[in-house]
């Protein structure tokens, strides 16, 4: 799969998970994971970030509104980094556009 | 062995039964399968899950024998749900109806791995040994994929059936899969006795990998596919269950509390037991957790090797079963000093593969 090319993702598109993952707080580790079929990742501070404010109605802008103003970052810096990080979740089957 | 640090498991498998509808002579369950008398029962198996979850396994593997043989199966899918671990049906599909899938998904089931014995129906009939078995997967397949579940095929791959790789790849696309597994038998248990039949020539490998990687870019995008080797071709051993101990849990359908499915093969210790002790003391302290976990139970040439923390010394039921001795090095590690009965065994592959002997109860030799 990693011969592809990550399709872009619009700021205007809405996310969800793909049937069959979902992003929970592994409470033995501490830690936020990616339950998916047949293996579970851990999400790291930053997509556990994004991924909790993907509730499958909110379009990515909105996403990347509510973290600029959280972290109070510039808005592109924080775009950049939830576009990449949902186009490489789509491409890992995870997330759908 | 006490200085490990233990880590909690991330998965169980839970083999709820031996009983399958089918008999496959690569089968992974042991040589002395598991009645229904002796099952655990629906109680037992809540409990288990309890502990499981409470314990830090993520993900749980209903499997089998045909997990689907148990009435309980949705009460236990149920109940892994509450507990917040993801439900896998690892399945033959024979017994899937679009009853029991809407009463399974209702349940919360989160993902179905289907097997296949192969991709055209008479062969893959006279490995299962189940005549109809095909058009009962297919239909299960559909009706999988109609309600939206995610699906995984898997097909496990002999020397019959090597050369259809990219055909069975193709029908899992057609199916809705999004996943695959093309898995090269592994030669435990029913596979062991079924070596000779079954094992693929070094070229019939090399030919398998090619259509391998020539379906993941045709199929890029489309299907994930996952790929499993035969460690006997391997110049390293596998990490076996990614270290003994150290990620896997695995319950047989009576309650014996396993680091890998064939580890009942190890007899120097005893079986530690759910009916008797909870999954978290028998993680941390049975004897049999502790055989191999780590890296200090480690001969030379493992322990003074850099890749003692990848691949964890490679199967221990293997070195077993080839060396009788389950705390040997992996005879499919180069650096083995038995590494030529590898070469041996595959040198010696006869021509003409001898008749299966089919995995059902009371069939197993000696």
Known sequence: MTD????????DSVVRFLRGTRLQHDRVRDQWVIQAPERAFIADPVAAEILRLVDGTRPVAAIIDILAERFAAPRPVIAHDVLEMIASLAQRQVLTA | MTDTPVLPPMSLLAELTHRCPLQCPYCSNPLALDGREGELATEDWLRVLDQAAELGVLQVHFSGGEPMARRDLPQLVRHAASLGLYSNLITSGVLLTEATLAQLAGAGLDHVQLSFQDVDTVPAETMGGMPGAQAKKLAAARLIVAEGMPLTTNFVIHRGNVGRIGRMLDLAVDLGARRAEI??????????VNRAALMPSRAQLEEATRAVDEARTRLAGKLAIDYVTP???ADQPKPCMGGWGRRFVNVSPT???LPCHAAETIKSVPIPDIR????GAIWADAPLFRLFRGTDWMPEPCRGCDQREQDWGGCR????????DAAATDPVCTRSPDHARISKILADLPETPPPLVYRRYGNAPG
């Open chain 2, 276 to 279: 008797t002790d909870s999954l």
């Open chain 2, 231 to 233: 460690d006997y071709y």
């Open chain 2, 317 to 324: 039921c293997q070195a077993l079963a080839l060396l009788g």
């Open chain 2, 183 to 192: 898995a090269h038998t592994q030669y435990y248990g029913w596979g062991l």
């Open chain 2, 255 to 257: 309650g014996h509390v």
């Open chain 1, 4 to 11: 592809t090319p990550t399709p872009p993702v619009a700021e």
